[in-house]
């Protein structure tokens, strides 16, 4: 049962345009969502986060838009830079105080110069 | 301020061993959790630390403990090592209440022999 699900492995886009990762999730209980960069052999970097009560929280070239009633989330990077080629993460929080997160597989984002 | 420091980087262990990995959480940072990264499943939660109580816990057999000290350093432990044991060990911490960024250690890389 996964409740978050990344459904593309990959993606490729030209440096300069705008990256669009997805993420969808089951369990309407999740409150809090998170996206990580992640390089091989390395832990996780936080890169954006969102609380349920949002719609969408802007970072820089980073923005997660959060839709609730179709339980979707997506990460915009504009613009894509060769450095942002990675594994990207999307993760899920329960309700409440924890420290339980439910990662989506990851989507791996090249980025081509 | 320093990170999330996880000792050993490395480790190979013998099939039916034993295995303690360290997590040295962010400084004010009371939770400590633990995932397990391998290419098939992804990332797994194992369990939750917080003020040296279990809080939370992931689907993985008795082999898998840990336990948190006063000073919230973290240690896991596994038994009787099995070959599909081998994987990526994270950590993360965070202050354990609230929305904020949960920081992941670089991790610790366990082959099983």
């Known amino acids: 049962d996964q409740q978050v699900k990344q459904n593309s492995p990959s993606l490729s886009v030209q440096e300069g345009r705008i990256s669009i990762l997805n993420c969808d999730y089951t369990?309407?209980?999740?409150?809090?969502f998170l996206w990580y960069k992640k390089y091989p052999a390395e832990g996780p970097t936080f890169l954006i986060s969102?609380?349920?009560?949002?719609d969408k929280n802007e970072d820089g070239r980073f923005t997660v838009f959060l839709n609730k009633s179709a339980k979707h989330l997506s990460l915009h990077i504009v613009p894509s830079q060769p450095g942002d080629s990675a594994v990207y993460f999307c993760?899920?929080?329960?309700?409440?105080?924890?420290?339980?997160?439910?990662f989506g597989q990851g989507t791996t984002l090249q980025v081509k110069p | 301020k320093a990170g999330v420091t996880q000792t050993p980087r490395y480790l190979i262990k013998t099939r039916g061993q034993q295995v303690t990995l360290s997590c040295s959480p962010i400084?004010?940072?009371?939770?400590v959790s633990w995932y397990q990264q391998t290419p098939g499943q992804g990332l797994q939660f194992l369990f939750e630390?917080?003020?040296?109580?279990?809080?939370n816990k992931g689907n993985f057999p008795g082999r898998f403990s840990g336990r948190q000290f006063s000073n919230s350093r973290s240690e896991m432990n596994v038994s009787t090592l099995e070959l599909g044991d081998s994987a990526l060990y994270l950590c993360?911490?965070?202050f354990g209440q609230g929305n904020g960024g949960y920081t992941f250690g670089s991790g610790t890389r366990l082959t099983v022999v």
């Open positions: 993360a911490s965070s």
């Open positions: 369990n309407s209980m999740f409150d809090y």
């Open positions: 969102i609380s349920s009560i949002k």
């Open positions: 993760a899920a929080r329960g309700s409440g105080n924890t420290g339980k997160l439910i």
């Open positions: 400084s004010g940072h009371r939770s």
């Open positions: 630390y917080f003020s040296e109580t279990q809080r």
